[in-house]
């Protein structure tokens, strides 16, 4: 007998069955909402951050403790006001300061001006004068010369009286066919009287002196041109007074403008002083005398300007090495606190020197010793410090500043000590 082995036999469809039915479905939809979650990597990250930030804050204090620290300390020393009195020389004969000699260097600037100007007369007075021209003097009497003297009497036609102003002698007439053609002369007459009046046109003379004689009417002459000059009454004249009072307008006038040119042009490191300021004139013209009838004249004026100055810098400089050659030497003088008077007491500009008389105030102050001082205080505590400073006979007051802030002790490290000296006297720090 054959054994027989028996298997089971699934039909594939019915196996596919249960399997799909052992498998859960997942719709589509449900596939959308499911989610996932990632379990996380531990807490080592954070921790780390702190960390670093940690070790970032401990080494900036190690830095400002170590290698940014520095004492800033500002100290008042002792101050006082000092003042002095002396005489100065100014020189053009030199190019530098004399400190043993106090003299300083100067310089002569020079200039020269002409101006004229015209300026009304304001005089009044009474001018006359006589009417003057010319007449010819006729002879019809005969071949022979007649002489008239000086000062012979005409009388024009209206009446007015002219004299000849010098001796004459009237030629004689000429017989031409038959006929006595009269000789004749120009001459010069003057009026017998001033005033308008006697200006009178052409006219016909008669010689009063031949009257009651045949010469009366024989002898006549005649003018062809109009009597000029005749006056009489108010006119303008030129007094000294305008004379004065115009020259001296104008030399006002030009030392203006030529000590506003000078000190427009002349550098403003010169000190310029109105007594070291020379003026001397060199001509003057004037178009009219005192008394001279003109309504008007003109004046011509020249004028040389000379100026002695010296340098600023020159005259603070030489009273600087004063001061400092009068002080003790353990003393300073504090810039910019220096004051100057001065005035000239003797000034030759031609020579170019000049003496000053001068007085001057400044602000002298104790020396200190700042590298020793930094020796004293390095390494000391805040309170040693300060009692060292406020025992020191040359300061005033100081107050120390230590950065940072949570120092106690001054660096032992000079370069990290700073001093400042405060010379102002302000209250409070400065940095």
Sequence with gaps: MNNQKFFDIIPPKKYQKEVLAKKPRVSYKEKSQQTYEIAPSGRFPVKKSFLFILLLVFLGGISLHFIFQKTVIVIWPVTQETVFET??????????????????????????????????SSGKGLEEAKSEGVIRVYNTYSTYSQTLIIHTRFVSAEGKLFRSI??????????????????????????AEAGKEYNIGPSTFSIPGFAGTVRYTAFYGKSFQQMKGGLKGEVLQVTQQDLDAAVKVLKGKIERETENMFKNTISEEFIFIDEAFQKKERSLIFSAKAGETKESFTV???????????????????????????????????????TINYEPLLVDVEEGRMTLNSDFSATIYSRIDTDLLKKEIAGKSLRESKMNLDGNPNIVRAEVQLFPLWLTRIPKDLQKIYIKLNLDGLTGSEF
């Design 87 to 120: 005489s100065f020389k100014v020189s053009s004969k030199i190019d530098l300061p004399d400190i043993a000699s106090k003299t300083l260097p100067g310089k002569i600037f020079s200039s020269e001006k002409v101006v004229f100007q015209q300026f009304q």
């Design 166 to 191: 010098k001796k004459v002698t009237i030629p004689g007439g000429k017989y031409e066919k038959g006929k006595l053609q009269p000789g004749f002369l120009d001459i010069e007459v003057v009026a």
């Design 300 to 338: 011509e004026i020249g004028i040389l300007f000379n100026a002695l100055v010296f340098k600023k810098q020159d005259l603070e400089d030489i009273i600087k090495e004063f001061i400092m050659s009068e002080i003790p030497q353990d003393m300073a003088l504090k810039p910019d606190s220096l």
